[in-house]
Every structure is written in C-alpha cells, then in structure tokens.
DNA sequence: AAGAAGTCCAACCGCCAATGA
DNA sequence: CTCATTGGCGGTTGGACTTCT
C-alpha cells in the first residue's frame, strides 16, 4: 500500500490518523503516499489552473487524485507552484535568512514571505543542514549565544565580503563587456529587476517584502564596503553606518549590527550593525579557503591551522560553504573560553 | 571498486487556530 | 456554544545522492 511508482516504499504507516484525514480515508481507501509522479504532477497542475485552488480535499477528489488535500497543497505550493524558484540559496537570500531567523527564530513560514519564490520548507532544511553543520563544526549548539554571536560577527560579515565581492566582479564584468542594460555605468546592480546578476528575485510591489536596497554601487565600487569606523557607541545610536555617508535609518532592534546593507522589512528600514570589521579585517580577508573539519576549541591552534592548510592544500575545501578559518576559530576559541562567554562583550574593550 | 558515512530535501506527522454549520 | 473540517505551521524522517575511506 505505502509503495511508489518510483521504487521502494518511502514512509511508514502512521498509526494516527486526524479526524479530517480519517474522513478521507474512509471514502479513498487506497490513498497514495511517498513520492508524486509525473501524471500526478500534471493532473494537479491542470486541475489548479482550470479551476483554481480551492479546498484542497475536495481538490483532490475532485481531479481524481488519491492523495490527501494536505498533500496536494504540500505539493503544490512546495513544488508546483509556477512562482517557485528553485536552486542554490544566494549569498544574498543566506544574508536575509540569518538575520530574520535572528529575529524571529524558526518562524519559517514568516521568513520564507520575505523570500519571494522560497518556500518555507526550503529555508527549513536550508537552516537544518546547513546552519546546524556549521554550528556543529564549532561545536555549540545552534541555539546557543556563542553561535549566535558567531553568526553575527564572522558569518554575515562575511557573506557580505563575498556578496560584495561577486557584484564587483560582476560589475567588472559589466563594465568590460559593455552590458549596460542592467546595471548603471557606475556599476550598480539592481536588486528590484528580474534581471539582476545578484540572482535575487523580483520582490515586486507588495509592502510586505525585504528589499535589499543597499546593494547598490555600494557592493560593485571602489568605496569601503563595510564601515570600518565602527565603534560600540556609534553602532546603537547613530542613523548613519553608511561609509559614504548615506543617510540610513536608525536602528529599532537592538540585535542589529550594521554594515552597510540597509534592509527594510515591512516597509521599516533598519540596519545591520556590523562594524567591528576592522577587528576582524584580517581574518576576513586573508584565507583564500577555510577549513572544512570540525575543530575542537581545545585542540592547539598549530594543529588546528595545520588541518586548515591540509584541507586547503588538498583542495578539498569548498569555499561557498566554509565559514570559520583558522584565525576565526582561534577569535572563537579566546571569546568562548572567556569569563562571560560574550564576544560582544569582548568586542567592546 | 565497494561499502560506510554524510548530506540533502521531498514528503509526512502532529498540533493548533480559524472557520462554518 | 459545540463540533467537524480545513489549512497552516514547525518538526521529523526516509531514501536518493554524494563524498569519504
């Protein structure tokens, strides 16, 4: 009964059954699960576009499917949907899912809303493998400040090196190749079109969305990306954090941290505060590649360096995804091992 | 080459709030 | 008000796929 077309039996047999989905069985006993075929796939495509999204049981019965409506729903607004966009999560999407999973915790479904086209599944299992490794490779836990902290001063600092980074060769790129119909000829990029080389999606007009508004010249030019003045006591209070002087919007979260990528959610403008690059300018920096091992915090730092330069010489590291290089595990290694655990704290001497 | 271990992600589960009869 | 139904959400899992040994 549990078996696909596909091959194998994919989930077990629940032994519960919601009074809802009880009802629905009781009139399609043979109901299918696991995997979706590709009449499957069709039927419910076609259904949905002669008829719209309806109740979803109903739907189901209705287009002849012997699923559930959960499932169909499931399937389409997590796979079939025509808006949903598929492929690698952008540094840029990364950036956004850090600091709103920062915000809201896993409010997947509230983040995903400022993900045009990701599903809320998708940034799930983005945090769930992905951000839970690297929480693992520091041995911490995910939930824990110290990670927290990591990800606010070492990973997000660095998506935007990376992100800046890439739209300034893109910019090169433009320049070079005389493509002018989407970028400026200062070398701006625009997260707003559809044909942006950021990758980003069209947001669109609804008030409801994350609009990345500091990619700009900012990213591709020559100007000091992230602003490297930052000090604890202009990074709470001061409206600008902007290295050339835009005027941006104060800050309403206290866990914001500047750089110089306003982000605006629901309209609101607000700030990451990340100044301390100049703490951490070498580190960010310096490695062309960062390790790809768990490290013990314990284990001597030589040893440690050593497993990062093996990775690196094997060529084994994948840069995309690493965060932590030697110098920053050794930054981690003294805040984690300091009286108040708080790297802030220690930023801020 | 082959088995083990790790990673990724589609799909399901269980709970709960909203809705409507 | 009560109850059944539905939809939405976050958590979990199994299997395909990839990488490692």
């Known amino acids: 009964m549990d078996v696909d077309v596909n091959g194998g039996s994919r989930r077990r047999n629940s032994s519960r059954s919601s009074?809802?989905?009880?009802?629905?069985?009781?009139?399609?006993?043979?109901?299918?699960?696991?995997?979706?075929?590709?009449?499957?796939?069709?039927?419910l495509i076609n259904y949905i576009a002669n008829h719209g999204e309806g109740r979803w049981n109903s739907l189901a019965r209705c287009a002849g499917l012997r699923r559930t409506g959960k499932s169909c729903r499931l399937r389409w607004l997590n796979y079939l949907r025509p808006d949903v966009r598929r492929g690698n999560i952008?540094?840029?999407?990364?950036?956004?899912?850090?600091?709103?999973?920062?915000?809201?915790?896993?409010?997947?479904?509230?983040?995903?809303q400022h993900l045009p086209g990701r599903t809320d599944n998708e940034i799930k299992n983005y945090w769930r493998t992905r951000v839970q490794?690297?929480?693992?490779?520091?041995?911490?836990?995910?939930?824990?400040?110290?990670?927290?902290?990591?990800?606010?001063?070492?990973w997000m600092p660095r998506l935007m090196e990376r992100i800046q980074a890439s739209a300034s060769a893109a910019a090169a790129t433009a320049v070079s190749s005389s493509v002018t119909s989407t970028m400026s000829a200062a070398g701006n990029f625009h997260p707003h079109s559809n044909n942006n080389n950021n990758n980003f999606p069209n947001v669109g007009t609804g008030?409801?969305?994350?609009?990345?508004?500091g990619m700009t010249s900012d990213f591709g030019s020559h100007h000091a990306q992230i602003n490297a003045?930052?000090?604890?006591?202009?990074?709470?209070?001061?409206?600008?954090?902007?290295?050339?002087?835009n005027q941006v919007s104060p800050v309403s979260d206290p866990t914001d941290y500047?750089?110089?990528?306003?982000?605006?959610?629901?309209?609101?403008?607000?700030?990451f505060h990340g100044g301390q690059i100049g703490y951490f300018s070498d580190s960010l920096i310096s490695p062309s590649g960062h390790f790809n091992q768990g490290l013990d915090f314990?284990?001597?730092?030589?040893?440690?360096?050593?497993?990062?330069?093996?990775?690196?010489?094997?060529?084994?590291?994948d840069q995309s995804e690493n965060l932590w290089n030697a110098e920053d595990i050794w930054f981690l290694q003294q805040h984690f091992s300091g009286s108040n655990n708080n790297m802030e704290g220690g930023l801020n001497k």
Not at 22 to 36: A, K, T
Not at 93 to 110: D, P, V
Request: hydrophobic share 30%.
């Open 90 to 112: 952008t540094l840029e999407e990364q950036l956004l899912i850090l600091e709103l999973h920062s915000r809201w915790g896993n409010r997947w479904s509230k983040i995903a």
């Open 207 to 213: 008030h409801d969305v994350v609009l990345v508004q």
């Open 229 to 245: 003045n930052y000090t604890p006591e202009n990074s709470s209070t001061a409206n600008s954090c902007d290295s050339l002087g």
């Open 19 to 43: 009074s809802s989905e009880q009802s629905c069985e009781e009139d399609q006993m043979d109901l299918r699960r696991g995997p979706w075929t590709v009449e499957e796939d069709l039927i």
């Open 298 to 317: 314990n284990q001597p730092m030589d040893q440690q360096s050593n497993q990062w330069f093996d990775a690196t010489a094997n060529g084994v590291v």
């Open 133 to 154: 490794k690297h929480a693992k490779q520091l041995k911490c836990d995910v939930n824990s400040k110290q990670f927290k902290d990591a990800m606010r001063y070492l």
């Open 258 to 271: 500047c750089y110089n990528l306003p982000i605006s959610v629901n309209d609101q403008n607000y700030n």
